[in-house]
């Protein structure tokens, strides 16, 4: 989601359910072409690239590049937003791709600042510039939960304003995946750091957080 700027207002985004899938309507409406041509993150490709595929949750999946993408490199994956809009989109570019990486898929309707997955299930839980609503603890430790052991679990976050300049990001206004968040979650006798870190953002202002942990057996 944090790959979407918000609509000119006068007022303060509440960055609820009604706003994601209202921007999210409007950006594919306009540049809809566009918005199927982005890469996948580029935190994903260099962290998980090597992993042995096996079954992956991309929760907050948005239009599903990094979804297709894992699909593409052998995972079998869950991708979880609460757009409709964006998963039609994700739904679209997964059945132009073919039926063999479609079906890799299984695009699913939900809110993040709710929704459980299953405990222990997945081998990889990428979870991308998420905007949360409540306890960045509380969600940190539900998407940490539903990994298996020997399982990854990628978080990232972008700072609201960038530190180089002080000037906002586009997550000004959002709470996202923080290193001092996520960190007492994430215990160091069921977890295994492997990335915890500042980078310079890829494409944008900024710097994300990075989260990378594998669970200990």
Same mark, same amino acid.
């Given at each position: /989601? ?7 207002? @006068? ?6 359910? !009604? ?27 260099? *962290? ?36 409709? %809009?964006?998963? %039609?989109?994700?739904?679209? /570019? %997964? ?34 510039? &998420?905007?949360? $609503?409540?306890?960045? $603890? *509380? /969600? &940190?430790?539900? /998407?940490?939960?539903? @990994? ?7 978080? @990232? ?9 002080? *000037? ?16 007492? @979650? ?5 977890? !295994?750091?492997?990335?915890? *870190?500042?980078?310079?953002? %890829? ?15």
């Amino acid at each position: /989601m944090g790959g979407l700027r918000s609509p000119d207002s @006068v007022t303060e985004p509440t960055y609820d359910r !009604e706003f994601w899938e209202r921007l999210w309507s409007k950006t594919l409406s306009e540049s809809g072409d566009r918005v199927a041509q982005r890469p996948p993150n580029g935190h994903l490709t260099a *962290e998980i690239d090597g992993l042995a595929p096996g079954l992956a949750l991309d929760a907050g999946c948005g239009h599903g590049a990094e979804a297709l993408w894992l699909a593409a490199h052998g995972w079998r994956v869950t991708a979880v937003d609460f757009s409709a %809009a964006a998963l %039609a989109q994700g739904r679209s /570019m %997964a059945a132009a791709a073919g039926p063999e990486l479609a079906g890799r898929i299984e695009w699913v309707e939900a809110d993040l600042g709710g929704w459980v997955p299953e405990p222990g299930r997945f081998d990889l839980v990428v979870s991308l510039y &998420v905007h949360i $609503a409540g306890s960045v $603890a *509380e /969600m &940190v430790g539900r /998407m940490a939960a539903a @990994v298996a052991p020997g399982g990854t679990l990628l978080l @990232v976050g972008h700072r609201p304003v960038d530190p180089a300049s002080g *000037e906002p990001t586009p997550a000004a206004g959002q709470v996202q995946v923080s290193l001092e968040a996520a960190a007492p @979650v994430l215990d160091a006798d069921r977890w !295994e750091s492997i990335v915890a *870190e500042e980078r310079p953002r %890829a494409a944008g202002c900024g710097v994300d957080a990075v989260i990378r942990a594998r669970r200990r057996a």
